[in-house]
């Protein structure tokens, strides 16, 4: 054998042991990011006056319900969350509009029983994104109708997708604080693209170039893009889909049965917390 017929089978050689040891080396900072993550304590409390941005994934049917359920029971004081950011799939009307009935019949009677306007009924928006999987959808499909709500929901956390109202002026930033959810699929796609933005975050100290805009850093803090799973009172014993895939991803993954308590993706990752029944 000539040494030109040689030389691609050494180049191909040479390029897959580089794709490997990079690979490996991206899967190292992956794995390292996400302990590093769910292991670092966040100091509990704002600055006075400070705008808080609340994002919540609603699912059709059972996981809306469920959710706004929760929410009253929690009381959710629109003075402490000031914008609210509602995501839901495309073709999901019920969310939309039990959305709007939340905003404006609770936190309206909210307002007039603490006597304040501090979150006016504007504060918040209805944020429509393509299904990660339609019901019955080949899985041959599936992949790709995934990636492009993977895409419009990055889109909305960075707050430039088209059907995103413009965040207030008083909201510095477009990345929301906190994002809520109880496990619906277009749950996966949100809290992925979190994960994905917060790893920029993690690794910009050690590469030279940012993401600026304006003279302004786009990197989110660490007190932004943070994740709260609530599994669904209906697992009892087991773990939806959705829980066992964002299992490594969430912040803090809340389970609302004491036989889902402890659970955890590997040693070392944050484990499930029982907090007891949430819907009301």
Request: proline share 5%; aromatic share 12%.
């Amino acid at each position: 054998m000539t040494l030109l017929a040689q030389w691609p089978l050494r180049s191909l050689l040479w390029m897959f042991s580089i794709g490997i040891v990079v690979g490996a080396l991206a899967f190292v900072i992956f794995i390292y990011a996400l302990y590093s993550s769910q292991n670092t304590n966040i100091p509990k409390w704002r600055s006075k006056n400070t705008p808080t941005h609340l994002l919540v994934v609603l699912g059709s049917g059972g996981h809306t319900a469920e959710m706004f359920s929760m929410l009253r029971r929690i009381k959710l004081d629109p003075c402490q969350y000031t914008y609210r950011t509602y995501v839901v799939s495309s073709g999901d009307n019920f969310s939309a509009t039990k959305a709007v009935e939340f905003e404006t019949q609770y936190l309206n009677h909210v307002r007039k029983a603490t006597a304040t306007d501090c979150s006016p009924t504007e504060s918040y928006t209805i944020v429509t994104v393509p299904r990660a999987r339609r019901v019955h959808q080949s899985f041959l499909t599936a992949p790709l109708s995934t990636l492009r709500s993977f895409w419009a929901c990055l889109l909305v956390l960075c707050g430039q997708y088209a059907d995103q109202k413009r965040l207030p002026s008083s909201m510095v930033s477009p990345y929301p604080d906190v994002i809520l959810t109880n496990g619906p699929a277009t749950a996966v796609c949100v809290i992925l693209a979190a994960r994905l933005l917060r790893l920029y975050s993690f690794i910009r100290g050690f590469v030279p170039f940012k993401m600026v805009s304006g003279g302004v850093d786009l990197a989110p803090t660490d007190y932004q893009l943070r994740t709260i799973f609530i599994e669904s009172w209906a697992r009892v014993t087991t773990l939806s889909l959705s829980g066992k895939i964002l299992l490594p991803f969430a912040d803090r993954f809340l389970v609302q049965w004491p036989g889902l308590e402890g659970r955890r993706a590997w040693k070392g990752m944050r484990k499930t917390e029982y907090v007891g029944m949430l819907v009301d």
